[in-house]
């Protein structure tokens, strides 16, 4: 029986010549994710038997109902690759169960058959669900495709995936490469000595999402105007092989998988979406907004650039008190220019244990900017930070903020509002900080934002803080470096107490 030859797009394509270790495959909704899965997954059963490989969703259902799903019907429709079963005893797999005798033993001792796939030629291929990503630990794997990864938790992949990723059953093929062949592998012959071309590819499918680790991990931002300048259309996409960082990235509209899609599916969605949600979901652009954000008028082309200290003007510094993940100091400046003020967000302090205390933060400051604080420094912060505290040396945070930058304060230093505002308004005529902000943001107050680059915890808070059902910010506890905490919210809090301060109509002290 002969089968049809499978075809990938062009950007499917593209991802399959990758050789590096990190693959991100992202599109929007029908790109053709998990027909390139399918493809890859057989492609490596075949290349290295003796290689286990892992492919991964984010819960059992979307595994099984999605995810695998399609992936068998493609291995039936194209390989002619079936399930084994006692009426089928020419099936090429076998899900959960012993393997039949005459299957090629795979030479591995598992406890259980449950969530593998076995096949005739003895590979082993493990299936887990990520939202119990630590039922993965403990086994090692030579390569893996992950599904849908915007929903997956960044300890899942970062943790425990990428750690497992290290038999050393694939090296990269030079000729594979040279003559532009897909899945450019071999298997490793030399299994019992170190290869220096071992490979451990991993594959992540996604559509885009507001979850910052995968743009940070793939450093999505540093392409921006390649994305953006390529994926708008319904003939050309976005490919970067950064060889020297072991990675490869394609980014791809729905158009590229048009002709296998109903009719009127693009029409359709175009027409059921807000313009932010169509460049996310069929254009596959990583940076649209998902309209939940609480900086809806944040813009990281108009708001981060590359301002710098500016000489004869004060430093304005404020404060976030939370411990975990950080201690939060953000460094900014005031200048008027062409009749408009600047706000320049000029440094961030954001340190991590056992640095993660006011002193640090302070002394951190010092240290880099004391001999340059001949203008003056004005402090601010939360003002929960003038609650009492159980310690017997200071009374409360702001008082240790007094003692550590002794050096460069004056009587006037301090910048302090009598109470945080509320986010949300309350009374006529009245502004709540969420609006207050966004306002601010753009440019109603006579003022523009503009921060420094390398204050990447500032600018992380901006674009991917969210708002919650009563109007203030979402802070979702995470477990990060064993401490269950909140990943975002402590810079931007900071900076939102100089801006409600200077600008705001609130009490101050």
């Known amino acids: 029986m002969t089968h049809p030859e499978i075809t990938l797009s062009a950007p499917q394509a593209s991802m399959t010549l990758s050789a590096n270790e990190r693959n991100l495959f992202l599109g929007g909704q029908g790109i053709g994710k998990t027909h390139l899965m399918a493809f890859i997954s057989s492609s490596l059963v075949m290349i290295a038997p003796k290689a286990i490989g892992l492919v991964a969703a984010n819960t059992y259902g979307q595994l099984s109902e999605s995810t695998l799903f399609r992936i068998f019907q493609v291995w039936k429709e194209y390989f002619g690759w079936d399930e084994y079963s006692q009426s089928n005893p020419g099936g090429f797999y076998i899900v959960d169960k012993e393997p039949p005798e005459h299957f090629h033993s795979h030479g591995y001792k598992f406890k259980t058959n449950k969530n593998k796939i076995f096949f005739a030629n003895g590979a082993v291929v493990m299936l887990a669900s990520l939202d119990n990503y630590k039922a993965i630990d403990g086994r090692e794997i030579c390569w893996a495709l992950l599904d ?9 992949v970062k943790d425990v995936i990428l750690a497992r990723v290290r038999q050393k059953e694939l090296v990269v093929s030079a000729k594979k490469i040279k003559d532009r062949e ?12 170190d290869h220096k071309d071992f490979v451990n590819p991993v594959y992540i499918f996604t559509s885009p999402s507001k979850e910052p680790w995968l743009s940070e991990m793939f450093d999505l ?3 921006k105007n390649e994305i953006e300048a390529t994926i708008f259309s319904e003939t050309d996409y976005f490919c970067k092989r950064d060889n020297d960082k072991n990675r490869s990235i394609v980014i791809a509209s729905t158009y590229h998988n048009q002709k296998n899609l109903p009719a009127n599916y693009i029409k359709n969605r175009k027409a059921d979406l807000s313009q932010d949600r169509i460049d996310m979901l069929v254009y596959g652009s990583p940076f649209g907004k998902i309209g939940s954000e609480y900086y809806a008028n944040f813009n990281r082309d108009k708001h981060v650039t590359n301002v710098e200290f500016m000489e004869d003007h004060p430093f304005h510094i404020t404060f976030d008190f939370n411990v975990n993940p950080y201690m939060t100091l953000v460094i900014s400046q005031l200048l008027e220019e062409n009749g408009r003020w600047k706000l320049n967000v000029i440094d961030e302090y954001c340190l991590i244990a056992p640095e993660n205390s006011i002193g640090g933060v302070c002394r951190a400051f010092l240290n880099d900017w004391e001999h340059l604080c001949y203008s003056g420094v004005f402090y601010y912060g939360d003002a929960s930070g003038k609650n009492s505290l159980p310690l017997e040396d200071i009374k409360n945070y702001f008082e240790e903020v007094e003692n550590v930058l002794s050096p460069v304060l004056s009587h006037d230093s301090r910048r302090l509002l009598r109470a945080n505002p509320r986010h949300k308004s309350i009374g006529n005529k009245t502004l709540g900080r969420r609006d207050f902000m966004n306002k601010f943001l753009n440019g109603k107050f006579g003022v523009d934002l503009q921060i420094n680059e390398r204050c990447k915890k500032t600018i992380l808070d901006f ?16 477990l990060i470096n064993g401490v269950s905490c909140e990943r975002y919210g402590h810079a931007s809090d900071a900076l939102d ?12 002290e």
């Open 463 to 478: 674009e991917h803080i969210r708002e919650d059902a009563n109007g203030a910010k979402l802070k979702k506890k995470e």
């Open 182 to 193: 897909p899945m450019p592998f071999l298997e490793n012959k030399k299994r019992n000595h």
């Open 221 to 223: 931002h540093s392409y």
């Open 148 to 156: 849908e990864t915007k929903d997956t938790k960044m300890e899942a």
């Open 497 to 508: 107490s100089v801006v409600t301060y200077l600008w705001g109509d609130w009490n101050r």
